[in-house]
């Protein structure tokens, strides 16, 4: 009784396997993220429990056919979600922040990874072998300043594949749990 039992599971998992697809393993590659971080946030002062974007540090290296100013507000909409979801306020003009916050994203297209290295001193390796051309990778940075200091004290990137046959809305989706994802090790207040 245990022997066909034990055969019939292994007959199910032999049909399962048997029926993926080129298709199946295609969609997997074009779907995963791949991510690093450095830094020290124990460093983070959260005495004032708010941030503000750093002065400099926001770009978007992207096509034409993107529009960079939708997207910056995009980042910003979704980065201080995040941070007001772990007790943090966007800073008034009368505080002092406690915290900048820089970001930046790029599609390869618009500049390699050892453009992304050079500048930001991270590269997360994603591999594009065996990902149709409909896919394009992109790569999103999140640095996080004491407001004294021009170096950061703490940095993520990741990068994943750009799916602009989607509507704007998955899109968004889509970016704002990868930016969820990304700023999870940042301590709540």
């Avoid at 007959?11 to 995963?32: F, P």
């Avoid at 978007?60 to 529009?67: F, K, M, N, Q, R």
């Avoid at 007001?84 to 820089?102: C, I, W």
């Amino acid at each position: 009784m245990i022997n066909r039992y034990i055969s019939i599971v292994v007959m199910g998992l032999l049909l399962l396997t048997a029926c993926s697809s080129s298709d199946s393993l295609e969609q997997a590659s074009a779907t995963r993220t791949t991510m690093v971080i450095s830094g020290d946030l124990s460093a983070l002062n959260t005495r004032s429990k708010s941030f503000a974007w750093h002065p400099t540090m926001f770009a978007v290296h992207a096509s034409d056919e993107v529009d960079s100013e939708a997207v910056v507000k995009h980042m910003q909409k979704a980065i201080t979600k995040v941070m007001q979801d772990k007790g943090y306020h966007l800073a008034q003009a009368h505080e002092t922040p406690s915290v900048l916050v820089g970001y930046g994203l790029a599609l390869e297209s618009e500049m390699s990874d050892k453009e992304i290295l050079k500048k930001a001193g991270l590269v997360a390796g994603l591999s594009t072998a065996g990902v149709d051309d409909k896919y394009e990778k992109g790569s999103v940075l999140v640095a996080l300043f004491n407001p004294n200091s021009p170096m950061p004290i703490w940095r993520v990137l990741a990068q994943g594949f750009a799916e602009l046959d989607k509507s704007p809305e998955q899109r968004e989706q889509r970016f704002e749990r990868l930016l969820s994802s990304m700023l999870k090790p940042v301590p709540a207040v």
